[in-house]
């Protein structure tokens, strides 16, 4: 009977060196080269032949090294300059955005971030491509845009891209451009919630939707609409949704084509406030004299929604968290500059049902 080796006697089998977290100096040793190459290839700055490029990347897979980019960056006092471009809105939801946007920087100063807003007027496709042009990667290392697609804005963010600016689309997207990523929630997703929610609150009700949208152009709008009618169409035949009215970004406007459509259509049972002016639809409600208050859903979360959601005018507000906006541009846009990868995870923008019975606190 073979009795087992005792502890501590040698053993036949060679030992090895197990490296528990590879550093650059690993790196260096293994592909023979100095720590002074080993930087000019993770950094990617010129002057290394091909051969020696391989010979350092064969390390890194060898060793299965992985860069700590934030220290990296630290190390070099590098910060990240990004701008962002949305329209030239008076509106709540914007101020809310650019208020998520200063505080992402003000609680993560250690993330070395400048941003710079700008602001242009949303139907003056020809100014926001002016101003996209103007912009100098020397200067800049990240765009967020908010905007509408169109063939001049496309071509602008081609030309970005060409230059070494990676472009966040935010909000309302680009999908036809070149943008690297989009931030925002699933907008056909919106509109398919606010339908059902919208057929849930009128309780089999028989009777005509009235829906008021910013404009017709606006790809967000287009989605809301268009997944609101495949919820409605498909589950509530009860409802009988109009065309859609446009309030045009001017509160006057949408209180005035709201007012209209209401007195045109008497036995309405809802509103679909798809992204106008909530205020100007409250208004038109109280103006119509309407024997019924219409079930009333609404976009995003402002102090306006927020006290008629507590005033009982609106039942259901559809929103996405401003501060998780501005955090979740920013972290792909460090992501895009540093050639990591985006936590899609991290990144999905949650779509919000807010009511009454729920409704956070707006300070």
């Known amino acids: 009977m073979r009795w087992p080796r005792k502890w501590g006697s040698k053993l036949s089998k060679p030992s090895r060196t197990v490296v528990a977290k590879p550093t650059v100096n690993d790196i260096a040793r293994v592909a023979g080269v100095s720590l002074a190459t080993v930087d000019r290839v993770l950094n990617e700055r010129p002057g290394v032949r091909s051969v020696t490029i391989r010979k350092v990347q064969a390390a890194i897979d060898q060793l299965g090294y992985v860069r700590d980019t934030a220290a990296a960056n630290l190390a070099r ?10 329209p030239d809105w008076k509106g709540q939801f914007l101020a809310s955005l650019e208020q998520g946007i200063a505080e992402t920087i003000l609680n993560a100063p250690q993330n070395r971030t ?3 807003t700008i602001r242009v007027p949303n139907h003056d496709h020809t100014q926001l491509a002016a101003t996209l042009g103007a912009l100098e990667p020397s200067k800049v290392d ?4 908010m905007a509408k697609e169109t063939p001049l804005i496309r071509d602008a963010i081609a030309d970005l891209r060409k230059r070494g600016i990676p472009v966040v689309s ?11 990523h989009f931030v925002g929630i699933d907008n056909i997703a919106a509109g398919r919630t606010a339908g ?3 057929g849930r609150f009128t309780g089999g ?11 017709k152009q606006s790809r967000d709008m287009i989605e809301r609409r268009h997944g609101f009618d495949q919820v409605v ?3 509530f035949p009860n409802l009988d949704p109009l065309p859609s009215v446009e309030g045009q970004e001017d509160p006057a406007h949408t209180e005035q084509v709201t007012l209209r459509a209401l007195r045109e259509n008497p036995d309405a049972i809802g509103i679909y406030s798809v992204g106008a002016s909530v205020q100007g639809i409250a208004r038109a409600i109280a103006a119509a004299g309407l024997p019924h208050r219409p079930v009333l859903v609404d976009h995003e979360l402002t102090e306006n929604s927020a006290a008629l959601l507590r005033a009982g005018v609106v039942d259901a507000v559809i929103t996405q968290n401003t501060g998780h906006l501005a955090r979740s541009a920013m972290r792909v846009l460090r992501a895009k500059c540093d050639k990591t990868p985006v936590i899609e995870s991290q990144e999905n923008i949650r779509i919000e049902i807010v009511i009454r019975e729920n409704l956070p606190s707006m300070k």
């Open 77 to 86: 006092q590098k910060t990240y300059r990004f701008v962002f471009v949305l």
């Open 114 to 116: 400048e941003v710079r």
């Open 142 to 145: 990240g765009l967020a845009i």
């Open 170 to 180: 935010l909000v309302t997207d680009q999908p036809n451009s070149d943008r690297d």
């Open 196 to 198: 059902r929610l919208l």
């Open 205 to 215: 009700q028989r009777g005509k939707v009235v829906v008021v949208i910013t404009n």
């Open 233 to 235: 169409g498909a589950d």
